[in-house]
């Protein structure tokens, strides 16, 4: 049986690959690595300027549902994570996708520090979307397919 931690100890634990987390979101990653494409060409039926505007809402969306989970309970947490899991499925962004079902997972089980860490994973798998979004937004600007 392994020992128990304090919730402190718990979350320092956590904190280092936390951290390792948002420092690999900041490499821009290129948008087929976070982004399946294919899906995202069906979703959208082919047409740049919709694959545009739809990649533009997911980070709008995204960034609010972050910014309320940040400070919400496990259970609006959760619901939060829903809708964004639902959204990013929507994309083709399944790392976001896997995230956010973490994020409701551990908030249904109600735990605290657990559905903090995953929070701040989610928030990562964002960013690391966002990077890829914007990268894409800059090539479909450029009249690049």
Do not use: N, Y
């Given at each position: 049986m392994e020992p128990t931690a304090t919730g402190a100890a718990r979350e320092a634990a956590v904190r280092p690959s936390v951290e390792a987390d948002r420092v690999a979101a900041a490499a821009v990653e290129p948008i087929e690595s976070v982004v399946d494409r294919a899906h995202l060409a069906r979703m959208t039926l082919g047409e740049a300027s919709l694959e545009?505007?739809?990649?533009?809402?997911?980070?709008?969306?995204?960034?609010?549902?972050?910014?309320?989970?940040?400070?919400?309970?496990?259970?609006?947490?959760?619901?939060?994570?829903?809708?964004?899991?639902?959204?990013?499925?929507?994309?083709?962004a399944w790392g976001v996708a896997a995230a956010a079902e973490a994020v409701e997972t551990n908030a249904e089980r109600a735990s605290a520090s657990a559905t903090a860490c995953a929070v701040a994973r989610l928030a990562a798998a964002v960013e690391a979307v966002k990077a890829g979004i914007a990268q894409r937004l800059r090539r479909l600007a450029e009249g690049e397919e």
């Open positions: 545009a505007e739809v990649l533009r809402l997911f980070e709008q969306q995204a960034a609010v549902l972050l910014a309320r989970m940040q400070d919400a309970t496990p259970t609006a947490a959760a619901a939060f994570a829903h809708t964004l899991k639902g959204s990013a499925r929507g994309i083709g």
